[in-house]
């Protein structure tokens, strides 16, 4: 018993509180709002508790991994990912239009879900490999292996998906020390480039832009999603109408409301007051990320912690902005507040890194 104990401690010990907190908050908070945008259904609140349990599970056994075991793992995981990217764009599983899953017979699950925490173990372990000598050339080979995957998931299509790693990687590039200049010129060569891209979105991408625009032109279409979510976000005022009593969400008003549009049924009934209180804990969430990059003691520790802690802002605030009406739809779920199993596991995968950069203070720079 005394070294069950002794050992339970010493795996406790690698949870950073304030972290945990936070995301427990979170993960409380959505609970009740799952619980409610299902209509309480049972079924949805037992797999729901069930994804948070995986989850937390998957945190604490990736706060017990030293930050230079998690390095060596970059390279492996990212040639596995891109692997299986192929494989998707070979034999992937077609589904609305889109070749985004991969079917193994027992489990069908998407790669891309990997790449999102691949792509920043590989460049973070690559910039630590050539920290003493970094030159413009390893930024070249950073953005090789950024836009490798990026272009491969654009491809099947999945347009959110590859906004949200070409955000990681250049989070990562950014911290890795990338020049303004080259930022700025590549900064240009985007908005001057996107007359281009109009053009070569599809169909139904070019749709959700255009519906950003002018939601009320195709109001029982395109527009419905966003034209509802903002009526039960405005409509629920300062305060709120109250845990289910939100009208939008009990009479099924708000598409996709315990996925992507968990938001609308959060701000129907907990108002503004409640919309600011999530938002504080958000950047409360991102703020301690930041300051456990700050305290890093390797390169890897702190790319990996800055980087991590931006991905939770950045998928926040488009959730949000598209719930609200002033982004696109592109299908990005609300961290830690979301149903879904997939996410809510690689989010906390995440959580569980910034956790082992934050307490393992002894690291090997190999």
């Known amino acids: 018993m005394p070294r069950i104990s002794h050992w339970i401690v010493r795996r406790l010990s690698h949870l950073d509180g304030t972290l945990l907190l936070l995301v ?20 949805r609140i037992t797999g729901h ?3 948070i349990g995986l989850a937390l599970g998957v945190m604490m056994l990736f706060a017990n991994i030293p930050p230079h075991l998690l390095a060596r793992a970059g390279l492996p995981l990212y040639v596995a990912g891109v692997a299986l990217l192929v494989a998707v764009a070979l034999f ?89 200049k080259v930022i700025a010129g590549g900064g240009a060569l985007v908005a001057a480039s996107l007359p281009l891209a109009w053009n070569l979105l599809h169909d139904y991408q070019q749709r959700r832009v255009l519906t950003l625009l002018d939601p009320g032109a195709d ?14 976000i405005g409509s629920g ?30 701000g129907e009934e907990f108002g503004l007051a409640g919309v600011v209180v999530l938002v504080a804990l958000y950047l409360a969430l991102v703020a301690r990320g930041l300051v456990i990059s700050a305290r890093a003691p390797t390169l890897f520790g702190r790319l990996m912690a800055a980087t991590l802690s931006l991905n939770l802002f950045t998928y926040a605030f488009v959730n949000m902005g598209m719930v609200s009406g002033v982004l696109p739809v592109v299908g ?22 910034l956790m082992s950069v934050a307490t393992h203070r002894q690291l090997n720079k190999t």
């Not at 409380?28 to 259904?41: F, K, N, R, T």
């Not at 077609?94 to 489990?107: P, T």
């Not at 109001?219 to 039960?232: N, V």
């Open 219 to 232: 109001p029982l279409g395109a527009g419905y999603h966003i034209i509802q979510s903002t009526i039960a």
């Open 92 to 180: 992937g599983e077609i589904r609305n239009g889109s070749r985004r899953w991969l079917n193994l017979g027992v489990i069908a699950f998407q790669p891309s879900e990997l790449l999102k925490l691949a792509l920043p173990l590989m460049l973070a372990w690559y910039f630590q490999q050539h920290e003493a000598v970094l030159r413009a050339k390893h930024y070249a080979v950073a953005a090789v292996l950024l836009l490798v995957p990026f272009v491969l998931i654009l491809r099947q299509p999945d347009l959110g998906t590859s906004l949200m790693i070409g955000a990681s990687g250049f989070y990562l590039l950014f911290f890795a020390g990338l020049p303004w």
């Open 237 to 266: 005022g300062l305060f709120g109408k109250g845990w289910t009593h939100g009208t939008q969400n009990q009479l099924d008003f708000i598409p996709e409301r315990t996925t992507d549009f968990v938001f609308a049924v959060f």
């Open 332 to 353: 990005v779920p609300l961290p830690f507040m979301s149903y879904g199993g997939t996410a809510l596991v690689t989010l906390m995968l995440g959580v569980g890194i």
């Open 24 to 43: 427990l908050l979170l993960l409380g908070i959505s609970l009740a709002v799952v619980a409610s945008a299902s209509g309480q259904s049972p079924a």
């Open 49 to 51: 508790l069930v994804n």
